[in-house]
């Protein structure tokens, strides 16, 4: 920090005076649940100020290092392009594409008013560049040093040591020859936070001028060790443009791969020395440096200066040939020579800021000798993700098109390669017999750490032929007569080009009517600038203590014993806290108070005996300070005694009939009356002329709502009341399970709940557990206590989206008309229940999606497992069953050789055809959605192009496919279907509101302000809502089931009439007066201003034991066409365009509802392509925990042209103002993108010569998608079962 001047979100602006990026930001409603809009705002803010004018090119890069989980980023981005210099800046707040724009005003379709400010905006951003002055005395400090000024100091646990010159460096070296270097620190944080790492001696390296000197030869350029990633990338860019394109291919190539190197927050630290002496095997620099002959230049006081080729500088796993107390001072990478071909690869699971799966740097130098053609006067191939270090594969001088030899040095077993190919003529065949001793070669067995083993061969086989197809071309340009790569390969040389996003939104806008306006979120604002209070921006309260959680780190387990004897020993260490200290509790009490569960009580608060997964919370150390707290839990020393089976996925529970009791079973039609009296309208199973069977099998998916589960409890002196402040979806489950356990009545607790930072279902009954550790910790020690969990422990403990697994056998007719399906449809649960058993009603009532199958016969079940309880999630097993409706539609198409959408629309539910569940089908616009989504997606001449571009590309296919989705609203469980509210109007004619609903990003908050704006006929500015807290309105349902809006605003509607009827006698005889004289003559008159309202949906309730009465309020429809492009040769894909057609009735808010489709499309698109949860099936360990190994949608993963539209003329009867809940029912529109890769993957197969169905699991990874393409390569690569365990299984 010395001398550097840091900027927050704060400090830019406020609420009163907001800085036009956060004001851009807010009006775009790129801002939902706000907590990562600081790090958006401030992403842009720092490109403005670097930047007056950037480019398009330049703002969409500067948002690789952010993540947001609500908005789809689409508005993020459209926001932030008005700062483009070269942006086509609109006039309106829509921001549709320049082309859509002109035809819509042309035509006068456009819907939105002009007049937006958000140009003045942008124009005022331009020129307040100053507005947060770089402070006056740092830069006279920094004028009169010139240079930095060297200094230490130590607390109790390390001395932190800041030299700036070389010497300097060297003989604190000497003194501490265990010192641990650091510039970034990106890498030894890392070491210190979760390998529990220690480093007594700390020197940076960040300060002395030397080590970032930049010096340039004739024959290369000498990087400073210290050059931060972001100045190298800089350099580069200056040197490819200045220098002679021959010379720069290696420094070209490095920077490919810098481009994808995290995010920008990462390399504009992070140094280059600290990404070589970490000595990663995935390091995206490594194999650059080692194929270009990179050297180091290393020194240190006892060998003085020496020189190291980056090849010989890995000796293993993380070791390097670095001598103690040596620093790097420098590498020295040479330019490339006329005839040297260098390419950089990198394959990773997302596009930004990705962790490597396979990266490689290749080299190869040639010259010309007449007759022989082109001979290989030097290469070197390095590969990362292939072993333990980054390998090195060097051949020997040669024709390239007569031998590839290949050395491994240090792996004997090369030489089989090698001989392979030594004298050999190029070919084809030549090549692959290459590629076959290579993968010998390769060290990786099935169990290999980083998994995916067949598809990192098959990966590094690939980029290989990559490069392969580049050299090749680039030599036939340059030889007459060297015959060139066929145009249709072509494709496989370069990465799929991804242009800039952008999208276009199409509603109808009600101008003026409070209800159906485009209102941005209330909170918007306050959560651009900062001021948004989340419950860990609350300031500390009187005596606060922290919690710090032990957490099991075995899967199936008894405790032998917990001994935190270490912990309590540390200063400001207050108590461990156990089950022992809920009050009064033993472990056999009727009722026992440490075992909770939304239905079915069935899981300890804190383990006592056993425990069932990683994870699982043991006790909690409270401390004076959270980090102390943290530092405390660690000491904690449990021991365990193993037990088995130790059971991962639903496959080892079938195998072992692991089930909860629970299990649902529906029949209908020929299954239903098989022993039943004879139904003439039952279509009879034999009328089936064909029929298929398979296995659709979808992986779990993580939350990642930004703010992880944070718990505050207070406890009061007086009569045992305890305050709860929680990031919970659910406050009146947190208030009873908090009396429950601590012994006290449900009125002794209040739970409030002022916003979260997200949700998505992970904290409707999550949450609870960390409310009542706080509360028992609290309660315990008299004083308040709070917890904010880390991503890694929220992931390891919250549970995710229930994976599933179904199992089908559908009859059809010649033309695929469905006759009947039979299903068995398995479930995760984890090790309790949770809400498993509606997730999978949910999902058994989905499995139909939109069609009608007359006979049905299903079984559900529920696997219990040793993970952690899997939970509600977005869709809530709705998503899971329609899945397997569509690989059945896409099973069915492929088998009769038709299109799938012709399946489509032969099966959909008419008018009034009940569901398999009995519900009649009212208001059915689904045919009329379906062709409205075609045709306007222009999906029919697409198709085509589609197919004629895969004619045109041998190792790149597009895909194109179309989705429809139904979605039932309400909640299963009767009881759940009803909503309170409480409304005040006070004398000055200002409006207090508070509903049953939680904010947690979905604007609910705003459609109640409004919808009670309308109904007193008052503008949105008089109403405010505070926070929801149980003692306003109380037996709340939890905020789920996107029922929310439906439910709290019909409430809010009750109480608010209750107040306008009781205000109109007084209205009708002072017709003139304002609506502030109106409520001072009625209170005058002793009229109550307070009003409750609530509301219960009406018609409800299934009975599953006799198959009878209505399941669902109504239902929402919707249709999607996703068009991608894939790389068959690496598996990555592009998702070029996607068009959504939603029937939402008519939108209570439309800015809200498109940023509810945008987010949820993008949710489940995450969950269908790149979001996949990996779990060891020996440990029961979570492998993906954490944003580096898990990985959402980031800014570049959204459809290049995102297209949403409202369907016009729908009206619902069933819920408030006509208006269709919205959270839930797009996401399952996310898989239009699996079934388009599967599309371009059906191309890559006939490639290949495979043509048919062939079953792929969700999510299409792009090693699914890379090993589905087949192809000779796959099968050089593929690895027998027989193999081993694998490292990591889908749970
Ligand atoms: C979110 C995230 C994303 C990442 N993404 C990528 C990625 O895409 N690709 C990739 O390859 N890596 C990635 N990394 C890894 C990391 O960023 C790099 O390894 C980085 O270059 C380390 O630089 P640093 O300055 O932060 O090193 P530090 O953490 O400060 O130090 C790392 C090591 O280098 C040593 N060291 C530093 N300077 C010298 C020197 N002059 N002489 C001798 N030793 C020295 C230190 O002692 C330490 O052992 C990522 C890391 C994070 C946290
Ligand atoms: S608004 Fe971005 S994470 Fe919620």
Redesign the pocket.
Known sequence: MDSRHVITIEGIGTVKTPHPTQEVIAKVHGSQCGFCTPGIVMSLYALTKDKMNPTQEEVDEAFD?NLCRCTGYRPILEGAMKSASDGDHHECEVGCAPAECAEKRSTGTCTAEKGSDIEDIVKRSKVSEDSVPFPSDLLERHTARQTAVAYSFRCDRAAWYHPTTVDQLLSILDLYPDA????????????MKFKNAVYPVL?S??DIPA?KSITETDDGVHF???V??TTLQHTLESLCSRREPHQTRGLAALLD?LR????N???N??????????A?P?????PVLMAMNAILR?QSSENGIRQIPVREFFLGYRRTA?RSS????SVYVPFSCPNQYVKAY?Q?KRKD????IV?AGLNVGLEFASGQGWVVKEASFAF?GMGPTTMRFVTKSCTFWQSIVVDLRRYSSAKLTAEACVGKTWSKEMMENAAKQLVIDLPLTLSSPGGMIQYRRVLALSLFQKFILYVSHQLAKLTPGVPSVVEREVSGIENIPRPLSHGVQEYENEKGAVVGETTTHLSALKQCTGEAVYIDDMAPLQGELFGGLVLSSQAHAEIKSVDYSAALKLDGVKAYISANDIPGWTPDEHHNRNVVGPVFRDEEIFATKKVYHVGQMIGLIVAESASLATRAAKLVRVTYEPIQPLIVSIEDAIAAKSFFEFSRTIKTGAYKTTDGPKDERVVPLSAATHTVEGVARMSAQEHFYLETNCSLAVPSKEDDEMLVYASTQNPTETQHFVAHTLGIPSNRVVCKVKRMGGGFGGKESRSVLLSLAVAIAAKKLGRPVRCMLTREEDMAMTGQRHPFRGEYKVGFTDEGKFVFMELDLYSNGGFSMDLSHSVLERALCHADNCYHFPNVKMRARICKTNIPSNTAFRGFGGPQGMMVAEQIIHHVAAYLKKPAEEIMRLNFYECDQPTHFGQPMENVYLDRLFADTLRTSDFERRKAEVAEYNARHKYRKRGIAVLPTKFGLSFTARWLNQAGALVHVYTDGSVLITHGGTEMGQGLHTKMVQIAAHTLGVPISKVHLSETSTDKVPNTSATAASVSSDMNGMAILDACTQIRERLKPYADSHPKVSWEDLVEIAYKDRVNLSANGFYKTPDLGFDWSTGTGRMYNYFTYGAAVSEVEIDTLTGDHVVRRADIVMDIGKSLNPAIDVGQIEGAFTQGMGWCTIEEPLVSPTTGFLFTRG??AYKIPGFRDIPTDLRVRFMKGATNPRAIHSSKAVGEPPLFLGASVFFAIKHAIDAARAENCQSGYFRMDSPATAERIRNACGGPLVEIAHVPNEMGKPWAVVA
């Not at 641990?180 to 070491?191: A, D, N, Q, R």
């Not at 994808?260 to 995010?263: E, L, N, Q, R, T």
């Not at 995935?282 to 490594?286: G, Q």
């Open positions: 290092g641990k270097l650091v510039h970034g620190s990106t890498e030894v944080s890392i070491e020197v390296v960040a080590l400073g060790g210290s931060t990633l791969n994808f190197f995290a995010g927050q990462i390399r630290v992070a140094c280059l020395a600290g990404n070589i002496v970490t990663s995935t390091s995206d620099i490594n290393v670095l040596e620093v790097i001072l990198k990773s800021d990705d962790i490597t990266n990362g944003p580096g």
